[in-house]
């Protein structure tokens, strides 16, 4: 970790794991059950800064930065985009975990990370018994959906998945000021005052980085093609998710775009159970305590 940003995890262990020839940088501590913590976008692992003490006093917890994210390593852009594909992504975070030697743990993701989660569980439900999303529905859900007052609310899905390079030139000319009107945009007071000034400081420092926005800009592009076809396929060949799943979303959030979320996850899902939080879409940062709670408790059951 850079020495000039602050220490948001203390008592953490910092490592840099090796998985699908991507350098992953975690952040690792507690004590108990494995549980995996997958950030979103525009984020990183710090996300999880506020709920990870006292999670870690009932898991062991793993957070790393998604591939491009954060300091994680940046896979390169390519015509198909797979190394930014769920899929490929999910299998990275399940040899990490076997790295670290746990064949099964828990999983909970949020935004992007939250769709990782959901695909291990599809590719790999050997190893993940269950897991949480926080404020998703699934990525062809989303798509299949799309109309006029749903674009005009995830209209980055659309703008971020234009062919490279012109979402990143057009970020690149004002990184910051396009990073915090995304973060604003998406808390239900629409400002920046559930993040704290060291997970700000840290995001800041890697959005500008050209390759990790150009990352980002790829994540959505998969979303937008493989990760879209990798969801259909599991949709008509009656796939679902074997796991127990818990889908949490914000009462101001973006999954609340349709009427009843938790109506689309049974789709995917026999095995589902969840509600809304009193927040936007940050549910770890603008209602802690009660995210924390009640990934505690789902998990402990």
Known sequence: ??????????????????????????????????????????????????????LAEHFTLVMPDLPGYGMSSVPAVSA?????????????????????????????????????AYRLALDHPESVPRLAVLDILPTSDYWDRLDR????????????AQPFP??????AAAPVRYLEHT?????????????????????RRWFCEPDRIS?????????????????????????????ELLALWGNKGIAMSVDDPLAVWRTWCPHVQGRSLPCGHFLPEEAPKETAAALRVFFSD
């Open 166 to 171: 012109f979402p990143e030139k057009m970020i």
């Open 80 to 116: 198909t985009h797979e190394a930014y594909s769920k899929r490929v992504m999910a299998s990275g975070m399940r040899e990490l975990m076997r790295t670290l030697g746990y064949e099964h743990f828990f999983v909970a993701g949020h935004d992007r990370g939250g769709r990782v």
């Open 183 to 203: 973060l604003a945009s998406w808390t239900a007071n629409k400002n920046l005052d559930c993040f704290t000034q060291g997970a700000l400081d840290h995001t």
């Open 215 to 243: 990352a980002c800009c790829e994540d959505y592009r998969a979303g937008a093609t493989i990760d879209y076809e990798h969801d259909r396929a599991d949709q008509d060949n009656g796939n679902t998710i074997r796991s």
């Open 1 to 54: 970790m850079k020495s000039d940003l602050p220490d948001l995890f203390p008592g953490f262990e910092t490592r840099v794991v090796q998985a699908n020839q991507t350098g992953l940088f975690c952040r690792i501590g507690g004590s108990g059950p494995p549980l995996l913590l997958l950030h979103g976008y525009p984020q990183s692992h710090v996300i999880w800064h506020e709920i990870a003490p006292e």
């Open 149 to 160: 007052a749903f674009g005009l609310k995830v209209y980055h899905w659309m703008f971020l």
